[in-house]
């Protein structure tokens, strides 16, 4: 092996996976198999006796086939046991929210009565209580600050090149002090409607040289629209901390910001309007992103009428 090669380590996917304790289980498997184990042992000695073989071999095998499908079974990335605990909330949990006042409201004399059992809507409890100026966000456990990055290019990079840029991401994981999560997505993008913004800036140009190269990128930019559906890549850091009345996070995402520039990459910690229109995609990540910020639960919304 040549000394001057950066050295090369694997990494697994799974960095989180609990570790394997026996015969390649991990503890919480073994303990499910132990649950399934004593359920038969008891099963046994209750009716055991009293029955045929046959029988007690049909419940052996029901009984460890399902503690064994609970232990090794997974389903959207989690284990058997933990998807069907999180189905059986979500099926006691209610269906109906809102954000105002849940009791409902006396009818008048001439509405039609309701058939069937009334329908109560639950109180809405969003994480995110406010966001500050800045773009902090308060929550129940502390605040959160957002951050945008762009990508790197890896494979464009020597080797010596690549262990830095990995050595720099290291330093800056081994910096960390809080949770944080990295966010990749892929949303769809209107460009539609910024040929529509295009179209309508190129009668304000000074030159019709300019007008022109304006109208036809428009003109490309509906074509594309027509024919493909484009997809933007979006990569955020959040930041957190247990601190509510500080700004922890927000200088957690500009020393972050700052760490992750020196390795190559434009990051900008996000304001107010940028961290709405994130949380507007985040929840709703099908719908085509409008174009620019949002503004925040606290700005009046206005409507600007012509003359």
Known sequence: MDSNEPPRAKIAADVDAPDKVLYGLTFRQLAILAVGAVAFYSFY???GRHMPAPVLVVAGVLIGGTAFGLAVGRRDGQSLDVWLLAALRHGHAP???TD???TP?????WAPEAVGKPVVPAPLRLPAQTVAADGQITTDTGSTAIVATTTVNLALRTPAEQAGLVDGFGRWCNSLTTATQVVVS???VDIAARADHLRAAADRLPHP???GACTDHAAFLDSLADSRDPLRRQVLVVTTSTDTAGNAARRSADDTARALTALGVTAQPLE???VGAALAAAVDPFRTAAPGARA???TPITVRRSP
């Open 45 to 47: 000695q209750a009716v």
């Open 95 to 97: 269906k109906a929210l």
């Open 100 to 102: 105002r006042d849940p």
């Open 105 to 109: 409201a006396v009818l008048p004399d």
């Open 186 to 188: 892929a949303q769809p």
């Open 209 to 211: 040289a300019l007008a």
């Open 272 to 274: 107010a309007g940028a």
């Open 296 to 298: 925040t639960t606290d």
